[in-house]
T-cell receptor
Framework: AQKITQTQPGMFVQEKEAVTLDCTYD???????LFWYKQPSSGEMIFLIY??????QNATEGRYSLNFQKARKSANLVISASQLGDSAMYFC??????????????FGKGTRLSVIA | DGGITQSPKYLFRKEGQNVTLSCEQN?????MYWYRQDPGQGLRLIYY???????QKGDIAEGYSVSREKKESFPLTVTSAQKNPTAFYLC??????????????FGNGTRLTVT
């Protein structure tokens, strides 16, 4: 079975500082993908970044990077130079299994990030 | 622009009534999904469909039904059998693929309130 755990219900960060949102996962498959989504108060889900289990380098997308530690089964999201607009819910999600291209994602419970001016 | 449209944004119903939530996509995606979101619970899968005329139950399918008669459309019916239907409902789609790297693209959601 697949499982995503996000242990931080809420986080605060000062504007312009970096913040790390934690995510640990559990799967018995060797092939899997990890995703992070942002959900502002308006409700839409915005895809931020993807990391594959076979990727040798940590994924980066602008101010977002993924600290992927395979042995620890963790995929933490790092947001650099936080902005007020980064205040939102953040969800970690996973899909695993060879040939599972469009099977559903399994989501964690999310972390609410608040950026303070 | 391609995307996923969910309508309406807010929906109010009386207890005991069935209600259908609309989801339409023009991304030419094969797979579509319905998730339910409650405060503190994250997203939980209700139903998903990988091809037209086929769908599978998710973790919380009881009290819900779906159809997939067209590639573009995946409506969700919340029946009177659903014990606690008040929630935020999100529809998503994904392109066909055999690898794990295809992200889900989401609609803006429908907030259903049943009183």
């Amino acid at each position: 079975a697949q499982k995503i755990t996000q242990t931080q219900p809420g986080m605060f960060v000062q504007e312009k500082e970096a913040v790390t949102l934690d995510c640990t996962y559990d799967t018995s498959d060797q092939s899997y993908g990890l995703f992070w989504y942002k959900q502002p108060s308006s409700g839409e889900m915005i895809f931020l970044i993807y990391q594959g289990s076979y990727d040798e380098q940590n994924a980066t997308e602008g101010r977002y990077s993924l600290n992927f530690q395979k042995a620890r089964k963790s995929a933490n999201l790092v947001i650099s130079a936080s902005q007020l607009g980064d205040s939102a819910m953040y969800f970690c999600a996973m899909r695993s299994g060879r040939g599972s291209g469009n099977t559903p994602l399994v989501f964690g419970k999310g972390t609410r990030l608040s950026v303070i001016a | 622009d391609g995307g996923i449209t969910q309508s309406p944004k807010y929906l109010f119903r009386k207890e005991g009534q069935n209600v259908t939530l609309s989801c339409e996509q023009n991304l030419n995606h094969d797979a579509m999904y319905w998730y339910r979101q409650d405060p503190g619970q994250g997203l939980r899968l209700i139903y998903y469909s990988q091809i037209v005329n086929d769908f599978q139950k998710g973790d919380i399918a009881e009290g819900y039904s779906v159809s997939r008669e067209k590639k573009e459309s995946f409506p969700l019916t919340v029946t009177s059998a659903q014990k606690n239907p008040t929630a935020f409902y999100l529809c998503a789609s994904a392109r066909q693929g055999k690898t794990v790297n295809s992200p889900l693209h989401f609609g803006n959601g429908t907030r259903l309130t049943v009183t």
